[in-house]
């Protein structure tokens, strides 16, 4: 079980896992081992997540899953594949769980009248030193 919040987990057989070869450089050992390993969890078919969730998930994150409803996570930045699948583990937690934290909403704040009174003065102020800059009118 892999626990996004104290009241939601995902169990292991939802998760599949692929390992394959990494890109990039890094010598003879890149070449030979499947070191990356790719996290996928279908969001439309688990049975873990409500269908409250699943909207969420789907409004949220819909740039990270594909049109198979799957989202897909690799991890490419160790050498170890045991480390990798950790790490791609630690940022779907992280995606799902940032993904369902409460939108907090912006309180609307009134402008005191002290800053009003103080940009209004800046604002004379400063018509006042170009004014002065101009040519006289005779």
């Keep these: 079980?892999?626990?996004?919040?104290?009241?939601?987990s995902i169990p292991d057989s939802e998760?599949?896992?692929?390992?394959?070869?990494?890109?990039?450089p890094g010598g003879q050992?890149?070449?030979?081992?499947s070191s990356r390993v790719?996290?996928?969890?279908?969001?439309?078919?688990?049975?873990?997540?409500?269908?409250?969730?699943?909207?969420?998930?789907?409004?949220?994150?819909?740039?990270k899953i594909n049109s198979n409803g799957e989202l897909h996570i690799s991890c490419e930045e160790?050498?170890?594949?045991?480390?990798?699948?950790?790490?791609?583990i630690e940022r779907f937690k992280k995606i799902l769980a940032d993904a369902l934290k409460p939108i907090k909403h912006r309180r609307k704040t009134k402008v005191p009248n002290s800053m009003k009174r103080k940009r209004l003065d800046n604002k004379n102020k400063?018509?006042?030193?170009?004014?002065?800059?101009?040519?006289?009118?005779?």
Excluded at 15 to 24: D, K, Q, V, Y
Excluded at 128 to 137: A, L
């Design 15 to 24: 998760i599949i896992f692929i390992a394959s070869r990494s890109s990039g």
């Design 38 to 63: 790719t996290l996928i969890f279908n969001l439309q078919e688990s049975t873990a997540l409500r269908d409250f969730h699943k909207r969420v998930l789907l409004s949220r994150i819909s740039n």
């Design 29 to 33: 050992h890149v070449n030979k081992t």
């Design 126 to 138: 400063r018509a006042q030193t170009k004014k002065q800059r101009s040519k006289p009118d005779y």
């Design 78 to 88: 160790h050498r170890s594949q045991f480390r990798n699948k950790e790490e791609a």
């Design 1 to 8: 079980m892999i626990s996004i919040t104290p009241t939601l």
